[in-house]
């Protein structure tokens, strides 16, 4: 009976979300309901508290779905509690209908349980009036559970200035979404939320981090291994769910990190973490590292290289040509005495750029009174791709490309390639530039992004925040081969040299 409840939840959501009549609502307010599976595998992460009366709290809560599964869960507690306080929030009023009819229903089942369920539903602004009962500080929760909404925040808005007056300095609602509910925990309250993964590094999250981690203990992070995206099929973008406390959180706290390799939750992979071994304490950026056990090695190994890409001497810079904003009559197939390589992750090929190559987009860009900063000089550069395919085995592809081979004068790098340069122009020694090349291949590296990005995108921050190995040992192993290996020759070229460490 309860499942069958649960399943006319879960579809009444899924009417409120296919209804074309409410498109506008759905894309303005990011209206991307939790499937009642996942909303149920979040509920289980709450922990039973024998107490009489329970506060819940659901902001942005849509058709309460997440409140649905977890009051269906607390009806089959041991012990119930006596009285269920339900408050949600939800800016769209035109889901009313849909949420009453809901919750009418989830009244019904909690009498038949014994419990008394209390609901009121608040159609307003949440990051308002959520801080606005942060600065009350009273009606706290034992219970939150949510989904934000994702969008970005505006420095110059309303919203931005309100959190900041509170001390909430975030990027974007999600961030805002968690951090106005943390704060409405009671002592020792639980807090489940389904979120990107993006906060877990990233500059602009590091004061949401350092808030995160002195205003909660982080009980549990649950990570989707399978790629196949729960609710954006476009964004490539890992989702997690975090399990948190109202308490102190202690360096030797342990995490329990578990991982679903497949959308129905039944195989899943469960390590605890010591809360130091996730975040690191001597790491300024607070990045949160989700990582198994024998893979702090590695992570050990990356962070004893001695040199910072600034101690190298290189730069790292993502392409400047984008192309639809170039004219027209810039960017060419054929070529001319004026026009120069124009270079695109189309071109990557084991190591290497392969220059001209059968392609839709134009192999070649023409200087103009325009574009003419954006053409870097003929050098040798190593270049990264910075969208790599779901179905791609690594994140981080280099190559190198010597434009002395094509022209002896400019080249042009796309927006969707970094380039490695020295002020802006190529980097003198093939050798360093084919060492670094091999290194930015390996599964060291590889690996090390993962541990702190869960996207398919790699940026310029995410380039300049590996280690990398002194100069003299990139040329030398740069000097190791002409073409470049095969993965596995690569490790072991990695593995077995012995880098020397900082002085
Ligand atoms: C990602 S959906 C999740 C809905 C629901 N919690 C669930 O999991 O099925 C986010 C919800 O937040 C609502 N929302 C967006 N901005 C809001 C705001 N500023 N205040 C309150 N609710 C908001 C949206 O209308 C939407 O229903």
Redesign the pocket.
């Known amino acids: 009976m309860i499942e069958d409840l649960l399943e006319k939840i879960n579809k009444c ?1 899924i009417e409120a979300t296919s209804d074309e009549t409410r498109i506008q ?1 759905k894309e303005q ?6 499937p009642i599976s996942i ?1 149920s595998f979040m509920s289980s992460m709450f922990k039973e508290v024998r107490k009489n009366e329970i506060n819940i709290l ?6 309460g ?2 409140s649905a599964a977890f009051i269906a869960m607390v009806c089959d507690w041991k012990r119930k509690p006596k009285v269920i306080n339900l408050e949600l ?4 009023e035109t ?1 009313s209908e849909k949420l009453n009819k809901n919750l009418s229903e989830l009244q019904k089942l909690c009498g038949d349980n014994g419990i008394t369920l209390n609901f009121t539903t608040r159609y ?4 308002i009036a959520g801080l606005n009962k942060v600065n009350e500080c009273n009606d706290l929760f034992d219970y939150i559970i ?4 994702y969008r970005k925040l505006y420095s110059e808005s309303n919203h931005k200035r309100i959190l900041m007056e509170c001390g909430i300095d975030v990027p974007n ?1 999600y961030a805002a979404f968690l951090a106005i509910s943390y704060r409405l925990l009671k002592a020792k309250g639980q807090l489940v939320v389904i979120l990107p993964r993006s906060f877990c590094s990233g500059t602009y999250f590091k004061s949401f981090r350092e808030d995160l981690i002195t205003q909660t203990k982080i009980d549990r992070i649950h990570i989707f291994k399978s790629r196949k995206d729960l609710f954006y099929d476009e964004v490539l973008q890992e989702t997690i769910i975090l399990s948190l406390q109202k308490k102190v959180q202690k360096l030797n706290d342990t995490i329990l990190i578990t991982e679903s390799l497949k959308d129905d939750f039944t195989e899943t992979k469960r390590t605890h973490k010591r809360f130091d071994n996730v975040i690191f304490p001597l790491d300024s950026k607070k990045i949160i590292r989700i990582i198994h056990t024998p893979d702090k090695m590695i992570v050990d190994q990356m962070h004893s290289l001695p040199c910072t890409l600034s101690k190298l001497g290189i730069s790292v810079s993502t392409g400047p040509i984008v192309d639809f904003r170039e004219k027209p009559e810039s960017l060419r197939f054929e070529y001319n005495l004026w026009s120069f390589p124009m270079i695109y992750q189309e071109n990557f090929r084991q190591g290497k750029i392969e220059w001209p190559i059968e392609s839709e987009k134009p192999g070649l860009i023409v200087e103009d009174d325009k574009n003419y900063k954006r053409l870097r000089p003929s050098g040798i550069y190593v270049l990264v791709k910075r969208m790599t395919t779901k179905e791609e085995r690594k994140r981080i592809v280099a190559a190198v490309f010597n434009n002395k081979e094509y022209s002896d004068q400019k080249v042009g790098f796309d927006n969707k390639i970094n380039y490695y340069h020295i002020a802006q122009g190529g980097i003198d020694d093939l050798n360093l530039a084919k060492g670094l090349c091999l290194y930015l291949n390996s599964s060291l590296v590889d690996f090390y992004f993962r541990t702190f990005s869960g996207s398919t995108q790699v940026n310029v921050a995410d380039l300049k925040a590996i280690k990398y190995p002194y100069k003299e040992d990139l040329i030398q192993i740069g000097r190791l081969f002409t073409e470049l290996p095969p993965q596995e020759e690569i490790d072991k070229i990695i593995d077995n040299y012995d880098f020397k460490k900082a002085i």
């Not at 307003?124 to 990051?127: G, L, R, S, Y």
């Open positions: 959501s609502q307010n990011e209206q991307y309901f939790t909303a659901d902001p942005g809560c849509g058709t779905n997440l929030f939800e800016i769209d889901l307003e602004d949440f990051i949510l989904n934000p909404p609602y």
